[in-house]
């Protein structure tokens, strides 16, 4: 059984930094793709990017240049630096994951591929 979960969640003021964690525990290992996503309140959920096992990342043109993933396969954890926070940053931010194999290029697009999810952590942001 594969478990994510999310921590680093936090109220920030407009133009500053936080860092989210995803820690996974179970078999996940660098056979494994995993994705960032976020949802704000009344919105659709949003693919951020994602990164395969062999450290290949993609980004959401949305989040390109200011938010940077990376991928430590030896302690199962994927982190998201989110840089130059903007109110419309605030949501549930969430990660997910499923064997690489079961997951077409770029899976972050394609979230119904990915089995496992996280419960989320909040981040806020405001002026």
């Known amino acids: 059984q594969v478990q994510l979960v999310e921590s680093g969640g936090d109220s920030v003021q407009v133009g500053g930094s936080l860092t989210l964690s995803c820690a996974a525990s179970g078999r996940i290992d660098k056979r494994y793709y995993m994705a960032w996503f976020r949802q704000a309140p009344g919105k659709e959920r949003e693919g951020m990017g994602g990164?395969?096992?062999?450290?290949?990342?993609s980004y959401a043109d949305s989040v390109k240049g200011r938010f940077t993933f990376s991928r430590d396969n030896a302690k199962n954890t994927l982190s998201l630096q989110m840089n130059s926070l903007k109110p419309e940053d605030t949501a549930m931010y969430y990660c997910?994951?499923?064997?690489?194999?079961?997951?077409?290029?770029?899976?972050?697009?394609?979230?119904?591929?990915?089995?496992?999810w996280g419960h989320g952590t909040q981040v806020t942001v405001s002026a």
């Open positions: 997910a994951s499923r064997l690489t194999a079961f997951v077409p290029a770029d899976g972050w697009k394609f979230p119904s591929t990915l089995r496992y």
């Open positions: 990164v395969d096992g062999d450290g290949r990342i």
